[in-house]
C-alpha cells in the first residue's frame, strides 16, 4: 500500500509523530500484558502505560548535585528523537517508508542505538553508584548485541541486493519468507532486538533487585518518562524492522498488526522462559555465538549468490 500523504501530516501525524508515540504505548501495554498471562498473573489495565507517562510528566524533575545539567537534560530528549526519526526509514503500520535513500538502512541501526548511548551516558553523567554501575553494564552489553543484530540486518539486505530499507521491504513482498531461508539471522535478530530493548533475560544493566534503576535511578520527573517513551518507540520500530524483513515484508495495517503482534508475543514468551543473564554471560555467550552465527550466515549467502 503506496499511500502519498502530505509531508507535515506524515512526520507529525501519521505514521510518524503522535502515531508513534501511541503505537508505543499500546505495545508496551500489549508486552507487559502478556508477559504477565504468561507468569500467570492479571497484568496492567489499558490505559496504564498512558497514565505513567502523563504522571510522570506532571512531576517535577530533581537536578542531583554533581551533574552536568545540558547533559542530563539532553540525553532524554535525543534518545527520543532518535526513535522517531528511525521510524521515517521503515515501513511503519504497513505503508511506505516516509524518506529514504540508498544505505538509510545503516542509518536507521545507529539511530536505534542513540537509546542505550544516551542512558549510558546519563548513568555516567551522575555521581550515584547504582547508575554508574548501570552505565558501565548498558555500555558493555551494547557491544555484545549491536555487532550481531547489524549483521542479522545485512542477510535480507544482502538478498535484495540493496541497503535501502523499503527497497528491502518491496523484495521480501516477492519472495519466501526470509525466515525460512534465513533462521539464523532472523533468530539472531530477535535476540539482539531484545538485547537493545534490555528486556529480560538481558535487563542486566537495569537489574532492579541489584542496582535499583540503573542508569536511570537518579531520574524522575520528565526525564524519565522520556527515557521510557523513547524505548516504546523503538519497541514498535523495530519489531516494524524485524518482521519487514523476515515476515515476507508489510503489505497493509493488517499484515502490520499481525506480524508484529506476533512478533511481540514470541518476545513475551521468551522473557518469561528465561531468568536474568549476568553482565559476563551476555557479553561472552552472546558475542562469541551471536556473531559466529550471524557471519556464518552471511558468508553462506555471498557463497551461494
Not at 536505534?112 to 547508575?131: I, K, V
Request: glycine letters at 10%; aromatic letters at 12%.
Amino acid at each position: 500500500m503506496n499511500l502519498e500523504l502530505p509531508p507535515l501530516v506524515a512526520l507529525l501525524l501519521f505514521p510518524g509523530g503522535l502515531f508513534l508515540l501511541f503505537g508505543g504505548t499500546v505495545y508496551e501495554w500489549a508486552d507487559r500484558k502478556l508477559v504477565a498471562r504468561f507468569q500467570n498473573r492479571v497484568g496492567p489495565r489499558w490505559f496504564q502505560p498512558a497514565a505513567d507517562v502523563v504522571k510522570l510528566l506532571a512531576k517535577e524533575e530533581i537536578v542531583p548535585d554533581g551533574v552536568n545539567p545540558i547533559l542530563f537534560h539532553g540525553l532524554p530528549v535525543a534518545a527520543l528523537v532518535g526513535s522517531l526519526t528511525a521510524a521515517l526509514y521503515v515501513p511503519v503500520a504497513g505503508l511506505a517508508p516516509s524518506y529514504g535513500f540508498p544505505g538509510d538502512l545503516v542509518v536507521t541501526l545507529y539511530l536505534l542505538s542513540l537509546m542505550t548511548l544516551s542512558m549510558g551516558l546519563a548513568g555516567a553523567n551522575t555521581l550515584d553508584r547504582f547508575a554508574l554501575v548501570g552505565a558501565t553494564r548498558a555500555l558493555t552489553q551494547l557491544f555484545s548485541y549491536e555487532a550481531p543484530f547489524l549483521l542479522a540486518l545485512l542477510g535480507p539486505a544482502i538478498a535484495a541486493d540493496t541497503w535501502r530499507v523499503g527497497q528491502i521491504d518491496l523484495y521480501a513482498r516477492g519472495h519466501w519468507w526470509l525466515v525460512l531461508t534465513q533462521p539464523i539471522g532472523f533468530l539472531v535478530a530477535l535476540v539482539g532486538l531484545m538485547g537493545k530493548l534490555e528486556l529480560p533475560p538481558f535487563d542486566s544493566p537495569e537489574a532492579e533487585t541489584e542496582i535499583v534503576a540503573g542508569p536511570m535511578t537518579e531520574y524522575s520527573g520528565r526525564g524519565w518518562a522520556l527515557f521510557r517513551i523513547g524505548r516504546d518507540v523503538e519497541l514498535f520500530v523495530g519489531l516494524t524492522l524485524v518482521a519487514s524483513f523476515y515476515l515476507g515484508g508489510l503489505a497493509n495495517p493488517v499484515e502490520f498488526v499481525l506480524k508484529t503482534g506476533g512478533l511481540l508475543l514470541v518476545t513475551a514468551a521468551l522473557q518469561s522462559l528465561f531468568c536474568r543473564l549476568r553482565i559476563d554471560q551476555t557479553v561472552g555467550l552472546w558475542w562469541r555465538i551471536g556473531i559466529l552465527v550471524a557471519l556464518a550466515q552471511l558468508f553462506l549467502l555471498v557463497v551461494l549468490r
